[in-house]
């Protein structure tokens, strides 16, 4: 139990100690105007990157992509629709009706 109790004080004051840093971390910033901090640098460099026609090649691959999809799917499923309907067709016209049985039957007493 005091083992517990000694980590919530030290994750406690942890997260104060970070807590205190974020604060001061704007003014720390903010006391040197002409320096070029990394966040400033990387952020002017992805703003220069034309990232507009990469999200729409990324967006046409991915609609191309989709459309062929949808083909293959429309053509397995046209595939096992054929498949099903000839053995719904071969297992029809090979078996033989009540009718036909009690026919039959009946003959063969008669």
Do not use: C
């Amino acid at each position: 139990m005091y083992n517990f109790i000694l980590q919530l004080i030290f994750i406690g004051s942890l997260s104060v100690i970070v807590y205190m840093m974020a604060r001061a971390l704007p003014r720390v910033a903010q006391s040197d105007p002409h320096r070029v901090t990394v966040y400033e640098y990387i952020d002017n460099w992805l703003s220069r990157l034309p990232l507009h026609h990469f999200d729409n090649r990324l967006a046409a691959g991915w609609e191309k992509w989709l459309r062929r999809t949808r083909v293959v799917i429309m053509k397995m499923d046209n595939y096992l629709l054929d498949k099903i309907n000839s053995r719904k067709n071969s297992s029809a016209s090979s078996s033989v009706s009540i009718k036909e049985l009690l026919e039959k039957v009946n003959s063969d007493k008669s």
